[in-house]
């Protein structure tokens, strides 16, 4: 009867750690405020406070103690952002930004530290066609794109 029951709760364990794996987190796309080719700004907040980023990279945190910090997103030069995606998942901020200029579109994704504001890594993603990523496992996946969550590194098939 012991036996039964420890490998009972073994296939219980290894069944509910297989479920955790399994599972995947969205990205949520943050509220725009203004026009599109106009000044405009995208708003979002996490558990460390709001977030307010502005069509050109410069950002703004409050945090709830009323303290605020800027920071600022890699954008390029003439460059605007058109739509912000993000996830609050182990602590940190990512988050995934589609840009355009006159004649290209391009996106980012970024790891940021919370409480110092500084990115952990940035990725550039050629393609501006922007759409939800998703946390699955390691790896933070975006089409067919995979971009390693600790690194930033493009998984290379």
């Not at 410069?58 to 954008?75: I, Y």
């Not at 995606?85 to 940190?92: A, I, M, N, T």
Request: net charge positive; with cysteine.
């Amino acid at each position: 009867m012991n036996k039964l029951l420890v490998v009972c709760l073994g296939v219980l364990l290894c069944w509910s750690m297989t479920l955790g794996t399994a599972s995947s987190e969205a990205f949520a796309l943050a509220d725009r405020v203004g026009e599109l080719n106009e000044r405009c700004f995208f708003l979002f907040s996490t558990s460390a406070g709001n977030y307010i980023v502005r069509q050109d990279g410069m950002g703004e945190f409050s945090s709830p103690k009323g303290m605020r910090r800027v920071f600022t997103l890699k954008v390029g030069a003439k460059a605007r952002i058109d739509r912000v995606y993000f996830l609050e998942h182990e602590r940190d901020l990512f988050l995934f930004y589609g840009v355009h200029d006159g004649s290209s579109e391009w996106a980012y994704v970024v790891r940021m530290e919370q409480t110092k504001r500084k990115p952990r890594w940035i990725t550039s993603i050629p393609s501006g066609d922007v759409e939800a990523p998703v946390i699955q496992g390691d790896f933070v996946v975006i089409k067919s794109i995979q971009i390693r969550k600790t690194d930033g590194e493009v998984r290379q098939d």
